[in-house]
T-cell receptor, first 115, second 113 residues
Framework: NAGVTQTPKFQVLKTGQSMTLQCAQD?????MYWYRQDPGMGLRLIYY???????DKGEVPNGYNVSRLNKREFSLRLESAAPSQTSVYFC??????????????FGPGTRLTVL | AQSVAQPEDQVNVAEGNPLTVKCTYS??????LFWYVQYPNRGLQFLLKYITGDNLVKGSYGFEAEFNKSQTSFHLKKPSALVSDSALYFC???????????FGAGTQVVVTP
């Protein structure tokens, strides 16, 4: 049982390049989330998916798109990377629909640098 | 709107001494409160949560937290800190009226031998 996995672990991009961060969970969870972590700012929600087939914006969605490919997988795409998107990105999942009360379980993170 | 405050950027404690990490919150509706720990270059690990019931919640690795509704606080505690407890700790809040998590900025705990 791997929990939440993320690929890649590290990535360096040039300004304007695009890339997709992959996330998968094997816990049969309904809800999945993408966060970014910046020093002194905690974690900020980018997008979330309350169930398969639905996605919604979080606190900082600009510059990102997401796809809930199936129940297991939730990808985050940067269409045209900017230095302000340099951050550590975490994927998380939780069991219940919308996950109000439910514990979120986190992946190991992707460290992204945009030059 | 909901918010979480962790008033201390860093907490320093000697091994064997009690450890407290503070968290206060503001929400509409009933609060659901969580503590996570992050070790260097790792993801967040769940420690404990308060949903309802007993105000004292026990969690992993000997940690506990006390929900105080009147002070809108949810402080994390450990009676005797270990060097291995050195990490970054996050408080998070959710509520009936807003289903997403709001994380605090984090508190770095440093336990010295």
């Amino acid at each position: 049982n791997a929990g939440v996995t993320q690929t890649p672990k590290f990535q360096v991009l040039k300004t304007g390049q695009s890339m997709t961060l992959q996330c998968a969970q094997d816990m049969n969870h309904n809800s999945m989330y993408w966060y970014r972590q910046d020093p002194g700012m905690g974690l900020r929600l980018i997008y979330y998916s309350a169930s398969e087939g639905t996605t919604d914006k979080g606190e900082v969605p600009n510059g990102y798109n997401v796809s809930r490919l199936n129940k297991r997988e939730f990808s985050l795409r940067l269409e045209s990377a900017a230095p302000s998107q340099t951050s550590v990105y975490f994927c998380a999942s939780s069991e219940a629909f919308a996950g109000v009360r439910d514990t979120q379980y986190f992946g190991p993170g992707t460290r992204l640098t945009v030059l | 709107a909901q918010s979480v405050a962790q008033p201390e950027d860093q907490v320093n404690v000697a091994e064997g001494n009690p450890l407290t990490v503070k968290c206060t919150y503001s929400v509409s509706g009933n609060p659901y409160l969580f503590w996570y720990v992050q070790y260097p270059n790792r993801g967040l690990q769940f420690l404990l949560k308060y949903i309802t019931g007993d105000n004292l919640v026990k969690g992993s690795y000997g940690f506990e937290a006390e929900f105080n509704k009147s002070q809108t606080s949810f402080h994390l505690k450990k009676p005797s800190a270990l060097v291995s407890d050195s990490a970054l700790y996050f408080c998070a809040v959710s509520s009936d009226s807003w289903g997403k998590f709001q994380f605090g900025a984090g508190t770095q705990v440093v336990v010295t031998p």
